[in-house]
């Protein structure tokens, strides 16, 4: 008899300490995991949608033109004489902003 409540209350004990776990867990998700996921849905968009003559920020703040798009690179154009053409990755783009539309994508 002794025994049998031990086995219940050490079930019951079991359950209280998953439970916090489980919530815990959940809030981790929906606070760390789902919001970087989206984030990087929305960059993908982006870069995906990115066109010749758009303009650029990269991430080290450099403002440019696109002037050529491959497969993972593109070429920036930098200044005012457009000499300065640098090629960098697609992730280096921070921002864009279409040429025709004036908007700018974060």
Same mark, same amino acid.
């Given at each position: 008899?002794? =025994?049998?409540?031990?086995?219940?209350?050490?079930? %019951? &004990?079991?359950?209280?300490?998953?439970?916090? =776990? +489980?919530?815990?867990?959940? =809030?981790?998700?929906?606070?760390?995991?789902?919001?970087?996921?989206? !984030?990087?849905?929305?960059?993908? *968009?982006?870069?995906? *949608?990115?066109? +010749? %003559? /758009? *303009? @650029?920020?990269?991430? *080290? %703040?450099?403002? #440019?033109? =696109?002037? /050529?798009?491959? !497969?993972?690179? @593109?070429?920036?154009?930098? #200044? $005012? $004489?457009? $000499?300065?053409?640098?090629?960098?990755?697609?992730?280096?783009?921070?921002? @864009?902003?279409? &040429?025709?539309? #004036?908007?700018?994508?974060?």
């Amino acid at each position: 008899m002794f =025994l049998a409540q031990a086995s219940a209350s050490g079930t %019951g &004990a079991m359950a209280s300490l998953l439970i916090p =776990l +489980v919530i815990f867990f959940v =809030l981790m998700y929906f606070m760390i995991m789902r919001p970087q996921k989206k !984030e990087q849905q929305r960059v993908s *968009s982006m870069l995906s *949608s990115m066109e +010749v %003559g /758009d *303009s @650029v920020v990269t991430t *080290s %703040g450099f403002y #440019g033109t =696109l002037i /050529d798009i491959t !497969e993972e690179d @593109v070429i920036v154009e930098f #200044g $005012n $004489n457009k $000499n300065c053409r640098i090629p960098m990755r697609k992730a280096a783009i921070a921002e @864009v902003e279409k &040429a025709s539309d #004036g908007i700018v994508e974060k």
